[in-house]
């Protein structure tokens, strides 16, 4: 059974049109991050909750936001894409991140292409 | 600057050669993770290691962690052309946020 679902698959949009990509998970897990991935680079994490703490990565344009209103969903806003977006989107999750817990391990979604147009 | 670094970046070799790819970092981790990622699809973790010099094996796979959690190494024996994907190695350098290896991408030709 699926345990990070990520949906749309695949997901087109044009050019400053905002767009939405959702993620679930059925582990219950504290933590959910987001990553963006682009044609063969490593993924690069975008923002975490944790539970409904929200940490957004320095580097991130303030055009990617999140939400997650419960603990199963969160969300990807793009509010004005470019061209640059066009990237696979990663959701991932994960226990705890905690120092004492740092075993942990991120559970990945099969992520989300997204075509901008 | 990286906090992992992976090599060799690209691999491409023979169905039933053997191969190892490295993970390093000068930072200690307290674990580290593998990931093999086909195209168009998500990561999937391959194996955790947590002790310094630990070896861990998964069928045709041996992952060791460093006596000093610095770096690790996956072996793949006889290798077929279903292990073709990228290969990332991660982990959470002192309790901060996890980091990905840029990864190394194998291609096994039958």
């Known amino acids: 059974d699926a345990m990070v679902i990520q949906n749309p698959r695949y997901q087109v949009t044009q050019f400053g049109k905002p767009v939405t990509l959702s993620c679930s998970q059925t582990?219950?897990?504290?933590?959910m991050y987001w990553y963006q991935q682009k044609s063969s680079q490593a993924p690069k994490l975008l923002f975490h909750?944790?539970?409904?703490?929200?940490?957004n990565e320095a580097d991130t344009p303030d055009n990617f936001q999140s939400r997650r209103p419960n603990t199963s969903f969160c969300f990807l806003d793009i509010r004005s894409p470019g061209l640059g977006d066009a990237a696979m989107y990663l959701c991932?999750?994960?226990?705890?991140?905690?120092?004492?817990?740092?075993?942990?391990?991120?559970?990945f979604g099969p992520g989300t292409r997204l075509t901008v147009l | 600057t990286q906090l992992l670094e992976q090599s060799p970046q690209f691999l491409s070799i023979q169905e039933g050669e053997n191969l190892t790819v490295y993970c390093n970092s000068s930072?200690?981790?307290?674990?580290l993770q593998w990931y093999r990622q086909e195209p168009g699809e998500g990561p999937v973790l391959l194996v955790t290691?947590?002790?310094?010099?630990e070896v861990k094996k998964l069928k045709r796979l041996t992952f060791q962690f460093g006596d000093a959690r610095k770096d690790s190494s996956l072996h793949i024996t006889a290798a077929q052309p279903g292990d073709t994907g990228l290969y990332l190695c991660a982990g959470a350098p002192g309790g901060q946020n996890f980091v990905f290896g840029p990864g190394t991408r194998l291609s096994v030709l039958p």
């Open positions: 290691v947590v002790t310094g010099g």
């Open positions: 909750y944790y539970d409904k703490d929200f940490n």
């Open positions: 991932a999750t994960s226990r705890d991140f905690r120092e004492l817990l740092s075993t942990d391990t991120q559970y």
């Open positions: 930072s200690v981790f307290s674990s």
């Open positions: 582990l219950n897990h504290n933590v």
